[in-house]
């Protein structure tokens, strides 16, 4: 991809998000987080790009496939003012949707077309197919972490300033309780993230997001999380009970660990 084609793209989106502003209070604010949030996920995936040696048509591409991986948020939100894909709908499925009818994407070779498709359906799921091809593995791996970077900051922020901004489309309708579940727990101490359909508390919830350290897949990612010290604000909240301090130091033991490997 070259220039001309992602300043194509950046325009679209620019373009086509331009018309979800509106009056309602809640949403607009939820509108402005995701687009700042895309932004954000671009200089991400940048960063990580260029990490890794990768050459500037394929740090366009990533570039693109970070503008576009959040795209069905937006009719998402003005649908159902939420962010929660199993009471709604996929993003990603419903992003797609917008981007094939649009034909965003025409303009571009084929296979980089399919490329940025089949990062944007994996960018959400919960794992990537063992069976996916070596190019869209690495791109679906891109955007996975430039993505849960920028997200973990999101949610540590609003747990942090709650009470005093509240954003129930972030606490994905969890009840307000710090309390820990059996099965959210065990996928901790079993080193597996934690599902959203495990979730039954805000306690649950910043568990999941710091089970995200699970996925996390390339060094640079991993020092951006700890420099920024995600996972102990994130738990920081939670009881000094024996199960909690537990599952505290497992998570901390597993970050330790993966720095070693990934250095």
């Known amino acids: 991809m070259d220039r001309k084609h992602l300043f194509f793209c950046h325009k679209w989106f620019e373009d086509y998000t331009s018309h979800f502003h509106c009056p ?38 990533a570039k693109a496939l970070a503008l576009f991986h959040d795209v069905g948020r937006f009719e998402q939100l003005r649908g159902f003012g939420s962010f929660n894909d199993s009471l709604t709908v996929d993003h990603a499925l419903l992003g797609l949707k917008v981007i094939n009818s649009s034909g965003v994407l025409s303009i571009l070779p084929k296979k980089e077309r399919n490329l940025i498709r089949k990062s944007i359906w994996h960018h959400n799921k919960y794992q990537i197919p063992v069976t996916e091809k070596a190019e869209v593995t690495l791109f679906s791996k891109l955007i996975r972490d430039a993505d849960k970077l920028d997200i973990l900051g999101i949610v540590t922020q609003h747990f942090e300033t ?6 129930q489309a972030l606490d994905f309708g969890q009840t307000d309780e710090l309390g820990l579940t059996e099965e959210v727990v065990a996928d901790i101490l079993q080193e597996r993230m934690v599902r959203i359909a495990a979730l039954k508390t805000l306690g649950d919830m910043r568990l ?13 990612t991993l020092a951006y999380v700890k420099e920024r010290g995600y996972l102990e604000r994130l738990l ?16 901390q033991a ?10």
């Not at 990490?51 to 048509?57: A, Q, R, V």
């Not at 709650?162 to 954003?167: G, L, Y």
């Not at 597993?254 to 250095?263: A, C, D, G, M, T």
């Open 236 to 251: 920081a909240d939670l009881s000094s009970d024996p199960e909690i301090i537990h599952v505290r130091n497992s998570l």
């Open 208 to 220: 999941m997001y710091s089970s995200w350290i699970f996925d996390i897949n390339f060094p640079i």
């Open 162 to 167: 709650r009470d005093q901004h509240p954003n």
């Open 24 to 61: 309602d209070a809640e949403i607009e604010k939820n509108i402005i987080l995701k687009l700042a949030h895309t932004y954000r996920v671009c200089e991400n995936i940048t960063v990580i790009a260029r990490s890794l040696g990768m050459k500037e048509e394929d740090v366009a591409i």
């Open 254 to 263: 597993y970050l330790e660990k993966r720095s070693l490997v990934l250095i």
